[in-house]
């Protein structure tokens, strides 16, 4: 009985161990769930957020990527712009400069021709001033040489004058002689005196009187020679 009884209460504490066990099995078991669902939402949470910082590091990636691309395509639009700006500033400096220097070109152009013309103009001024000189100088010239052909014409008359007088009164002195002799006697008397007529010219007065003057003109040219070949110093000076 007693064994019975400690058979009872073996059997008894070893289903009660054995309900312990299971009750620990189960209490393990739900443990385990537990722990394996937590592993799993915790993993299922790294999971989300690895996916949710894959994501933003994706979308920050690309972010950035399409920010580097629109600074890389606002750069290159820039650098366009600015080219094209360069482009266009150097065209218009070159045309600028082209136009400059046609402008420049067409002044010095015009300035030459006005040059030129101006050069002629002056040539042409000095050109009928050098030839109006020569005029005036011509007719100064031709001026002159008459003013002075007239001098000299006028010294001849005036001297053919004076060799007149002076004639004259040499030969009025040789023919008539002193005053007081009245021209009755004088040694060159007989030499002054004209050649006989002859008998034509007896037969023609006039021709007498015009052979009896040219006598006379011919003596008094021949004393007159003789005198200026003795004495030219002394006719020229008078």
């Not at 937590?38 to 894959?54: F, P």
């Not at 402008?103 to 030459?112: G, I």
């Not at 001026?143 to 006028?154: M, S, V």
């Amino acid at each position: 009985k007693e064994a019975r009884q400690q058979r009872d209460e073996a059997v008894a504490a070893a289903a009660k161990r054995a309900h312990e066990a299971e009750e620990a099995v189960v209490v393990a078991r739900r443990k385990a769930d537990e722990q394996v669902a937590e592993d799993r939402r915790r993993g299922a949470h790294h999971v989300s957020e690895a996916r949710h910082l894959a994501g933003e590091r994706v979308r920050e990636s690309e972010r950035q990527h399409r920010e580097d691309l629109e600074r890389l395509q606002q750069r290159g639009s820039q650098q366009q712009q600015e080219m094209e700006e360069t482009l266009q500033m150097s065209d218009k400096q070159k045309t600028a400069a082209v136009t400059e220097a046609r402008r420049h070109v067409s002044a010095m152009e015009q300035d030459t021709k006005v040059w030129t013309e101006t050069c002629a103009v002056d040539y042409e001024a000095k050109a009928a001033r050098f030839r109006e000189f020569q005029e005036g100088q011509k007719q100064l010239n031709k001026e002159f040489a008459e003013h002075h052909k007239g001098l000299l014409d006028l010294e001849k008359t005036l001297h053919g004058r004076t060799m007149e007088r002076t004639m004259g009164r040499v030969v009025r002195q040789l023919y008539m002689g002193d005053a007081n002799a009245a021209g009755l006697e004088t040694p060159s008397k007989e030499l002054m005196r004209p050649p006989p007529p002859t008998a034509r010219e007896s037969l023609n007065p006039a021709r007498e009187r015009e052979g009896s003057a040219a006598g006379i003109g011919s003596t008094f040219k021949h004393l007159g020679g003789m005198l200026i070949a003795d004495a030219p110093g002394t006719l020229a000076t008078c």
